[in-house]
């Protein structure tokens, strides 16, 4: 099942690629910052094709279509173009995330990370790979030390999990702080030991879903805030090389008693 996964991964990515500073049509999805554009829906309709065709009986949770057979035994969560405010500016970090589970578990995961050409992979056991070499998180056992990552829901105004209280203490706690855009990147930058921490709240779990896995792969910790171990539908996020959880529980714990 990897070979097809990495197949279609590929595929969709391309097919975004094709897209990219082209003339799409752009729609608002919640609010005015949350957009999907023809490309979101383009990738997402070969994704689903494709599944249809080679796994005809697997079910479907995708970002823009929703759910479908969601009672099989293998389920696709797919997030056809993570990144979208990235790719409508022209900023070339963006990917398509692909997982997919059995019976509730994450068996196999890809990201591919468009513009730069790399695939992130992950099948049960067998660890974590970037275009095909393995991959394993870094030892870092300093917050201080520590290059962090996180990401704004776009109901960020409304402080949600006090994410803007949290984003103040890590980035003094922290030796720095990036935004990529894209959360399955930001959880394969883990899986890959660049960033030592990822955390974010309000996710979906097509956010989550390949990129946790292939963190977990990796070597590399995923839980909620509290260090309770999450699913891909946890509404916050704290991803890290394990070493760092701890320190990185404790600013989140400081922070919500503020
Ligand atoms: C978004 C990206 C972003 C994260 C947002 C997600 P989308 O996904 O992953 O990094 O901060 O919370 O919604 O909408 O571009 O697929
Ligand atoms: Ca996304
Ligand atoms: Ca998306």
């Given at each position: 099942m990897i070979d097809k996964l990495l197949t279609i991964t590929k595929e969709a990515g391309n097919i975004v690629k094709e897209g990219f500073q082209t003339d799409y049509k752009v729609e608002y999805k919640t609010n005015i910052s949350n957009l999907v554009t023809e490309i979101d829906k383009k990738s997402e309709k070969a994704i689903i094709e494709f599944i249809r065709k080679e796994f005809p009986g697997h079910g479907i949770l995708a970002e823009e279509s929703g759910a479908a057979?969601?009672?099989?035994?293998y389920q696709w969560v797919i997030?056809?173009?993570?990144g979208t405010t990235n790719f409508a500016h022209g900023f070339p970090i963006f990917g398509v995330s692909i997982g997919i589970q059995k019976n509730g578990k994450t068996v196999c995961g890809a990201v591919y990370h468009v513009m730069n050409d790399i695939m992130y992979s992950a099948e049960q056991g067998s660890g974590a790979y970037k275009n095909g070499k393995k991959i394993h998180v870094n030892e870092n056992d300093s917050l201080e030390k520590s290059l962090l990552v996180t990401g704004f829901p776009y109901d960020i105004a409304d402080n949600p999990h006090n994410a803007l209280t949290i984003f103040t203490n890590m980035v003094k706690a922290s030796r720095g702080m990036r935004r990529l855009g894209s959360a399955s990147i930001d959880f394969c930058c883990v899986a890959e030991g660049i960033f030592d921490g990822f955390w974010e709240v309000n996710l979906q779990p097509w956010d989550i879903c390949a990129g946790k896995f292939i963190v977990e792969e990796a070597g590399g910790k995923v839980t909620d805030f509290i260090g309770t171990p999450s699913?891909?539908?946890?509404p916050q996020i704290l991803c890290s090389n394990g070493k760092i959880h701890n320190a990185m529980i404790e600013i989140i714990s400081k922070s919500t008693e503020e």
């Open positions: 057979n969601e009672n099989a035994e997030d056809p173009l993570d699913s891909i539908f946890a």
